[in-house]
Protein backbone atom coordinates (compact mmCIF):
# COMPACT_ATOMS: atom_id res chain seq x y z
CA UNK A 1 0.00 0.00 0.00
CA UNK A 2 1.66 3.46 -0.87
CA UNK A 3 1.95 5.52 1.84
CA UNK A 4 2.83 9.44 1.46
CA UNK A 5 2.60 12.55 3.49
CA UNK A 6 0.49 14.86 1.60
CA UNK A 7 1.64 18.15 4.24
CA UNK A 8 3.10 18.23 7.78
CA UNK A 9 0.61 16.18 9.46
CA UNK A 10 -1.50 15.03 6.95
CA UNK A 11 -0.74 11.67 5.31
CA UNK A 12 -2.56 9.47 2.82
CA UNK A 13 -2.65 5.47 2.34
CA UNK A 14 -3.92 4.60 -1.28
CA UNK A 15 -5.09 0.57 -1.32
CA UNK A 16 -3.08 -1.69 -4.08
CA UNK A 17 -5.80 -4.02 -3.24
CA UNK A 18 -9.24 -1.75 -4.86
CA UNK A 19 -8.90 0.97 -7.69
CA UNK A 20 -6.28 3.08 -5.62
CA UNK A 21 -9.38 4.14 -3.39
CA UNK A 22 -7.74 6.62 -0.68
CA UNK A 23 -7.65 7.13 3.18
CA UNK A 24 -6.13 10.11 4.51
CA UNK A 25 -5.46 10.77 8.29
CA UNK A 26 -4.91 14.23 9.84
CA UNK A 27 -2.63 14.04 12.99
CA UNK A 28 -3.07 16.69 15.96
CA UNK A 29 -1.05 16.30 19.19
CA UNK A 30 -4.77 15.99 20.65
CA UNK A 31 -5.44 12.74 18.42
CA UNK A 32 -5.82 12.08 14.81
CA UNK A 33 -8.71 11.87 12.37
CA UNK A 34 -9.16 9.32 9.91
CA UNK A 35 -11.32 10.12 6.52
CA UNK A 36 -12.51 7.13 5.27
CA UNK A 37 -10.86 3.78 5.98
CA UNK A 38 -10.41 1.66 3.29
CA UNK A 39 -12.02 -1.91 2.14
CA UNK A 40 -10.25 -4.46 3.91
CA UNK A 41 -8.98 -4.51 7.20
CA UNK A 42 -5.81 -6.23 6.47
CA UNK A 43 -4.88 -2.44 4.66
CA UNK A 44 -6.52 -0.81 7.52
CA UNK A 45 -3.95 -2.29 10.11
CA UNK A 46 -1.33 -0.61 8.58
CA UNK A 47 -3.28 2.37 9.38
CA UNK A 48 -3.57 1.27 12.73
CA UNK A 49 -0.09 0.32 13.12
CA UNK A 50 1.29 4.01 11.81
CA UNK A 51 -1.13 5.67 14.33
CA UNK A 52 0.49 3.96 17.40
CA UNK A 53 3.44 5.35 15.90
CA UNK A 54 2.78 8.99 14.86
CA UNK A 55 -0.42 9.55 17.13
CA UNK A 56 0.07 8.91 20.63
CA UNK A 57 -3.05 10.75 21.47
CA UNK A 58 -4.94 8.17 19.05
CA UNK A 59 -7.83 8.20 16.92
CA UNK A 60 -10.39 10.67 17.96
CA UNK A 61 -12.29 10.49 14.39
CA UNK A 62 -13.58 8.92 11.45
CA UNK A 63 -15.16 10.29 8.74
CA UNK A 64 -17.12 8.52 5.71
CA UNK A 65 -17.36 10.70 2.79
CA UNK A 66 -20.12 8.51 1.51
CA UNK A 67 -21.57 4.99 2.34
CA UNK A 68 -20.16 3.14 -0.47
CA UNK A 69 -17.96 -0.29 0.81
CA UNK A 70 -14.64 0.86 -0.19
CA UNK A 71 -14.43 3.56 2.03
CA UNK A 72 -16.41 1.97 5.10
CA UNK A 73 -15.04 -1.19 5.64
CA UNK A 74 -11.59 -0.34 7.73
CA UNK A 75 -13.82 1.58 10.80
CA UNK A 76 -13.67 -2.42 12.00
CA UNK A 77 -10.58 -2.21 13.26
CA UNK A 78 -11.67 0.84 15.43
CA UNK A 79 -15.14 0.15 16.94
CA UNK A 80 -14.81 2.56 19.63
CA UNK A 81 -13.96 5.51 17.74
CA UNK A 82 -17.33 7.82 17.12
CA UNK A 83 -17.77 7.96 12.82
CA UNK A 84 -19.50 11.13 11.21
CA UNK A 85 -20.60 11.45 8.29
CA UNK A 86 -23.93 12.79 6.31
CA UNK A 87 -27.33 11.83 7.63
CA UNK A 88 -28.35 9.84 4.21
CA UNK A 89 -25.01 7.62 4.37
CA UNK A 90 -26.72 6.40 7.76
CA UNK A 91 -29.78 6.17 6.46
CA UNK A 92 -28.08 3.85 3.32
CA UNK A 93 -25.89 2.05 5.31
CA UNK A 94 -29.14 0.83 7.56
CA UNK A 95 -30.63 -0.32 4.80
CA UNK A 96 -28.38 -1.82 2.17
CA UNK A 97 -24.83 -2.23 4.27
CA UNK A 98 -25.62 -5.88 5.81
CA UNK A 99 -26.79 -7.06 2.30
CA UNK A 100 -24.15 -5.30 0.46
CA UNK A 101 -21.93 -6.88 2.81
CA UNK A 102 -22.98 -10.19 2.26
CA UNK A 103 -22.63 -9.82 -1.24
CA UNK A 104 -19.36 -8.87 -0.79
CA UNK A 105 -17.91 -11.34 1.33
CA UNK A 106 -18.98 -13.98 -1.66
CA UNK A 107 -16.71 -12.28 -3.73
CA UNK A 108 -13.84 -11.91 -1.09
CA UNK A 109 -14.73 -14.12 1.84
CA UNK A 110 -10.88 -14.18 3.30
CA UNK A 111 -10.61 -10.38 2.98
CA UNK A 112 -13.94 -9.50 4.62
CA UNK A 113 -14.44 -12.32 7.49
CA UNK A 114 -14.55 -10.19 9.81
CA UNK A 115 -15.91 -7.10 8.67
CA UNK A 116 -18.98 -5.54 10.75
CA UNK A 117 -20.91 -2.61 9.27
CA UNK A 118 -20.47 0.31 11.97
CA UNK A 119 -22.96 3.25 11.44
CA UNK A 120 -22.28 6.59 11.72
CA UNK A 121 -22.53 8.14 15.29
CA UNK A 122 -23.12 11.58 14.33
CA UNK A 123 -24.51 13.30 11.18
CA UNK A 124 -25.34 16.39 9.44
CA UNK A 125 -27.49 17.09 6.85
CA UNK A 126 -27.38 19.93 4.47
CA UNK A 127 -25.67 22.52 6.18
CA UNK A 128 -22.02 22.84 7.43
CA UNK A 129 -20.02 21.33 10.37
CA UNK A 130 -16.63 22.26 11.84
CA UNK A 131 -14.95 19.91 13.98
CA UNK A 132 -11.61 21.72 15.83
CA UNK A 133 -8.90 19.38 17.01
CA UNK A 134 -5.28 20.03 18.39
CA UNK A 135 -5.24 23.35 16.52
CA UNK A 136 -6.49 21.77 12.68
CA UNK A 137 -10.21 23.40 11.96
CA UNK A 138 -12.01 20.49 9.76
CA UNK A 139 -15.03 21.67 7.54
CA UNK A 140 -17.28 19.14 6.81
CA UNK A 141 -19.87 19.75 4.26
CA UNK A 142 -22.09 17.93 1.45
CA UNK A 143 -20.48 17.09 -1.66
CA UNK A 144 -23.51 15.23 -3.55
CA UNK A 145 -23.26 13.95 -6.96
CA UNK A 146 -21.19 10.81 -7.32
CA UNK A 147 -23.80 9.60 -4.59
CA UNK A 148 -26.63 11.79 -2.63
CA UNK A 149 -24.95 11.36 0.89
CA UNK A 150 -21.09 12.82 -0.66
CA UNK A 151 -19.31 14.72 2.56
CA UNK A 152 -16.06 16.39 1.55
CA UNK A 153 -13.62 17.83 4.48
CA UNK A 154 -11.61 20.73 3.87
CA UNK A 155 -8.83 21.44 6.22
CA UNK A 156 -8.67 25.13 7.07
CA UNK A 157 -4.77 25.56 8.12
CA UNK A 158 -3.54 23.53 5.65
CA UNK A 159 -5.65 24.21 2.46
CA UNK A 160 -6.53 20.64 1.48
CA UNK A 161 -9.96 19.10 0.65
CA UNK A 162 -10.90 15.59 1.02
CA UNK A 163 -13.08 15.18 -1.67
CA UNK A 164 -14.42 11.72 -1.40
CA UNK A 165 -15.39 10.56 -4.88
CA UNK A 166 -16.74 13.72 -5.78
CA UNK A 167 -13.29 13.98 -7.43
CA UNK A 168 -11.72 10.90 -9.04
CA UNK A 169 -9.66 10.65 -11.94
CA UNK A 170 -12.55 9.97 -14.04
CA UNK A 171 -15.91 11.35 -12.55
CA UNK A 172 -18.42 8.30 -12.08
CA UNK A 173 -22.15 8.81 -11.73
CA UNK A 174 -23.55 4.91 -11.82
CA UNK A 175 -24.97 6.35 -8.51
CA UNK A 176 -25.26 10.12 -8.50
CA UNK A 177 -26.44 12.74 -10.91
CA UNK A 178 -24.07 14.58 -13.29
CA UNK A 179 -26.04 18.13 -13.08
CA UNK A 180 -25.30 17.76 -8.83
CA UNK A 181 -21.74 16.68 -9.33
CA UNK A 182 -20.84 19.47 -11.46
CA UNK A 183 -22.59 21.52 -9.47
CA UNK A 184 -20.29 19.99 -6.14
CA UNK A 185 -17.40 20.53 -8.56
CA UNK A 186 -17.88 24.19 -8.96
CA UNK A 187 -18.55 24.92 -4.98
CA UNK A 188 -14.72 23.16 -5.01
CA UNK A 189 -13.26 25.85 -8.04
CA UNK A 190 -14.35 28.70 -5.55
CA UNK A 191 -13.09 26.98 -2.37
CA UNK A 192 -9.63 26.99 -4.23
CA UNK A 193 -7.73 24.56 -2.19
CA UNK A 194 -4.04 24.24 -2.34
CA UNK A 195 -4.25 20.44 -2.70
CA UNK A 196 -7.34 17.51 -3.72
CA UNK A 197 -6.91 14.28 -1.34
CA UNK A 198 -9.50 12.16 -4.39
CA UNK A 199 -11.34 9.28 -3.25
CA UNK A 200 -9.57 7.33 -5.92
CA UNK A 201 -5.80 8.16 -7.34
CA UNK A 202 -3.16 10.67 -6.57
CA UNK A 203 -3.59 14.08 -4.65
CA UNK A 204 -4.23 16.80 -6.90
CA UNK A 205 -1.08 19.09 -6.21
CA UNK A 206 -1.00 22.97 -6.60
CA UNK A 207 -1.37 24.16 -9.88
CA UNK A 208 -3.09 21.07 -11.58
CA UNK A 209 -6.19 21.73 -8.97
CA UNK A 210 -8.72 24.34 -11.34
CA UNK A 211 -6.94 22.36 -14.49
CA UNK A 212 -8.41 19.14 -12.83
CA UNK A 213 -11.74 20.39 -11.76
CA UNK A 214 -12.35 21.69 -15.02
CA UNK A 215 -11.56 18.57 -16.28
CA UNK A 216 -13.94 16.29 -15.18
CA UNK A 217 -16.91 18.75 -15.43
CA UNK A 218 -15.82 19.25 -19.14
CA UNK A 219 -15.95 15.46 -19.21
CA UNK A 220 -19.76 15.06 -17.45
CA UNK A 221 -20.74 17.67 -20.25
CA UNK A 222 -19.63 15.68 -22.54
CA UNK A 223 -20.87 11.81 -21.85
CA UNK A 224 -24.49 14.54 -21.04
CA UNK A 225 -24.38 15.96 -24.80
CA UNK A 226 -23.31 11.92 -26.22
CA UNK A 227 -26.47 10.83 -24.33
CA UNK A 228 -28.51 13.10 -24.94
CA UNK A 229 -27.89 12.83 -28.95
CA UNK A 230 -27.95 9.19 -28.80
CA UNK A 231 -31.48 9.31 -27.27
CA UNK A 232 -33.02 11.90 -29.74
CA UNK A 233 -31.77 10.02 -32.76
CA UNK A 234 -33.24 6.65 -31.05
CA UNK A 235 -29.24 5.31 -31.67
CA UNK A 236 -28.99 2.02 -30.49
CA UNK A 237 -27.07 2.14 -26.72
CA UNK A 238 -24.22 -0.82 -28.56
CA UNK A 239 -23.36 1.74 -30.38
CA UNK A 240 -23.37 4.32 -28.22
CA UNK A 241 -21.64 2.10 -25.76
CA UNK A 242 -18.26 2.06 -27.98
CA UNK A 243 -17.73 5.86 -27.27
CA UNK A 244 -13.92 6.23 -26.36
CA UNK A 245 -12.96 7.33 -23.19
CA UNK A 246 -10.43 9.45 -24.34
CA UNK A 247 -12.58 11.38 -27.30
CA UNK A 248 -14.01 12.49 -23.64
CA UNK A 249 -11.31 14.07 -22.51
CA UNK A 250 -10.45 11.32 -20.04
CA UNK A 251 -6.93 9.03 -20.69
CA UNK A 252 -7.63 4.81 -20.63
CA UNK A 253 -5.08 4.66 -18.45
CA UNK A 254 -6.37 6.80 -15.66
CA UNK A 255 -6.63 4.39 -12.38
CA UNK A 256 -4.58 1.62 -13.73
CA UNK A 257 -6.53 1.17 -16.64
CA UNK A 258 -10.13 1.58 -14.82
CA UNK A 259 -11.35 4.34 -17.03
CA UNK A 260 -12.83 2.79 -19.96
CA UNK A 261 -14.93 0.10 -17.67
CA UNK A 262 -16.13 3.34 -15.39
CA UNK A 263 -16.67 5.26 -18.55
CA UNK A 264 -18.83 2.55 -19.93
CA UNK A 265 -20.78 2.24 -17.15
CA UNK A 266 -21.24 6.09 -16.98
CA UNK A 267 -22.74 6.20 -20.20
CA UNK A 268 -25.04 2.89 -19.48
CA UNK A 269 -26.45 4.70 -16.48
CA UNK A 270 -27.42 7.77 -18.25
CA UNK A 271 -28.66 6.49 -21.06
CA UNK A 272 -30.68 4.17 -19.32
CA UNK A 273 -32.39 7.54 -17.14
CA UNK A 274 -32.85 9.51 -20.20
CA UNK A 275 -34.41 6.99 -22.24
CA UNK A 276 -37.80 6.62 -19.36
Do not use: W
Not at 4 to 9: A, K
Not at 117 to 126: A, E, G, H, Q
Amino acid sequence: MLQERVSSDIYLFTSDLYTQVTAGLIVTPEGAVLVDTLPFPVEAEVILEFLSRRAPAGLRYIIYTHYHADHIYGATLFPDVPIIAHARCRQKLQTMGEAGLAAAREEAPDLLADVVIRLPDITLDDGEMLLSLGGKTLRLFPAPGHSDDGLAVYVEEDQVLFAGDAMMPIPTIVDGDPDVLKETLRKFQALEPESIVQGHGEVILRGEVQDALRANIAYLETIQRIVTEAVANERRRTTLMKTDVEKCGVPRVALNGEAPRLHTANLRALFRRMSR
